[in-house]
């Protein structure tokens, strides 16, 4: 098999391609000295740390393998890929206002650069984007599906691989390295550092999340990873502003496929309830309402953290005959348990906000507990109520913030659904508030 356009040290390409001969491989030094400091050629940040021994590294891009003045990056250049069939066996159909945005990205290829396809929770965006990537597959073109958060890759890529089983597509995260081809890319945005000018289009899934939002050096990357005339399409439902104003074109979808209303999170208020959940309990009337929501659906129950996630999981189970089980970044059994509650093993699923993005469940409500901590930006309210009701049948699928305090986050976060409720219902794209 052969691999071209990362940029790798020699033990990364023994480790991950030990069938590649490195003499036809182009060397290059894997830091230079410039006025500034030692300009990392993986990253593009200038370094100034120095190891006891005497030589210097880059600390921004230490995850990746360390990157040092004495070392070497190499690099096989892209080669002109052919035509070909590329086959889509996607069961499903857009919709009307689905088919106008996956018709137009296509249209817009060739007099726009950048694109912003902004689409409330679970209106299918991904699969708007099949048709523009089945053409550019079939030109040649070589495609990186980037995300800043594991779950959404490991998502999309199994995505892809049901409507695209004849293509070789790629998995690079910090917890996986599945290779099988350099065409068909889908990564966290950390890896295409390893990547110079490769890409004819990237997609950055989810661009508004932690940590791309906030982070230079991985907007930096996916600049870098992507070719000089070369496109990209930012996915989000919550873009910033700034973003909305910036791109070639914005296509706007305020409604989900099946023509139902985003489920407007009710407000839960309880008073003590800092005090309570410091010593391990729930409020009464929330013990009720999850109840309640349980002889309904599974229930998707998010905290700020971790020592909480376990607390409640402890209190709920010894009010409830429930199945359930926590999960968080650092779970090694993350992958399984989300497999397992899609397939109905588990009535209540307790998590942080590792999974307020990208993830699909049928039949559940939402909890957001303490829903005025200061992580719960606006942005990761509105990510965690429209977990509610994105597919299957109408479920009364119902979203709870519960908290002892109103703040500006949870009400712009309920105005903001609304506001697309309300836009979807004048467009005609729902059937009732």
């Given at each position: ?69 004495r070392s070497f990056l190499y690099y096989f250049p892209a080669k002109k890929l052919p035509t070909k069939k590329t086959i ?118 989810e661009v508004d999340a932690f940590p791309y939002a906030e982070d230079p050096l991985l907007q930096r990357a996916v600049n ?29 979808l305020p409604a989900r496929y099946h023509r139902r209303r985003l489920p407007v999170p009710q407000v839960f208020f309880s ?163």
């Amino acid at each position: 098999m052969e691999i071209t356009g990362q940029r790798l040290l020699k033990k990364e390409w023994q480790a991950f391609y030990p069938q590649v001969d490195l003499s036809h491989a182009k060397k290059i030094p894997a830091m230079t000295e410039q006025e500034s400091g030692w300009l990392c050629h993986r990253c593009g940040e200038v370094s100034y740390q120095k190891v006891p021994a005497g030589f210097f590294y880059c600390p921004f891009c230490l995850g990746l393998k360390r990157i040092d003045s004495r070392s070497f990056l190499y690099y096989f250049p892209a080669k002109k890929l052919p035509t070909k069939k590329t086959i889509l066996v996607w069961k499903g159909k857009l919709s009307e206002p689905q088919c106008e945005i996956a018709d137009c990205l296509i249209q817009d290829q060739a007099t726009a650069q950048t694109f912003l396809l902004w689409a409330v929770t679970g209106a299918g965006k991904t699969e708007m984007l099949f048709p523009l990537l089945q053409q550019l597959l079939e030109q040649g073109k070589r495609v990186a599906v980037t995300s800043p958060r594991v779950d959404v890759c490991n998502e999309l890529f199994l995505r892809f691989r049901q409507a695209f089983p004849k293509e070789k597509i790629s998995l690079f995260h910090g917890q996986e390295r599945k290779t099988a081809g350099d065409s068909f890319v889908v990564c966290t945005v950390h890896q295409l550092l390893r990547y110079h000018q490769y890409f004819d289009l990237v997609i950055v899934d989810e661009v508004d999340a932690f940590p791309y939002a906030e982070d230079p050096l991985l907007q930096r990357a996916v600049n870098h990873a992507q070719k000089p005339i070369g496109k990209r399409i930012y996915l989000s439902a919550t873009p910033a502003e700034m973003l909305k104003q910036t791109v070639d074109r914005l296509y706007y979808l305020p409604a989900r496929y099946h023509r139902r209303r985003l489920p407007v999170p009710q407000v839960f208020f309880s008073w003590r309830l800092e005090k309570q959940l410091q010593v391990g309990r729930l409020p009464k009337n929330i013990l009720a309402k999850l109840a309640a929501l349980l002889e309904k659906n599974n229930v998707l129950f998010f905290c700020p953290n971790i020592s909480l996630l376990q607390k409640m999981a402890a209190c709920i189970a010894q009010e409830f005959p429930v199945r359930l089980t926590t999960v968080f970044s650092q779970d090694q059994e993350r992958l399984i348990k989300v497999e397992n509650m899609r397939a109905g093993k588990y009535q209540l699923l307790l998590t942080t906000t590792i999974l307020e993005r990208g993830v699909t469940f049928e039949h559940v409500s939402v909890v957001v507990l303490q829903a005025a901590h200061r992580i719960f930006k606006k942005a990761a309210l509105v990510q965690m109520a429209g977990r509610a009701d994105r597919k299957g049948t109408y479920n009364q699928a119902e979203v709870i913030f519960v908290t002892s305090e109103q703040t500006a986050a949870i009400q712009a976060a309920i105005n903001e659904i609304k506001e697309n409720n309300r836009q979807a219902l004048s467009r005609g794209l729902i059937d009732e508030m």
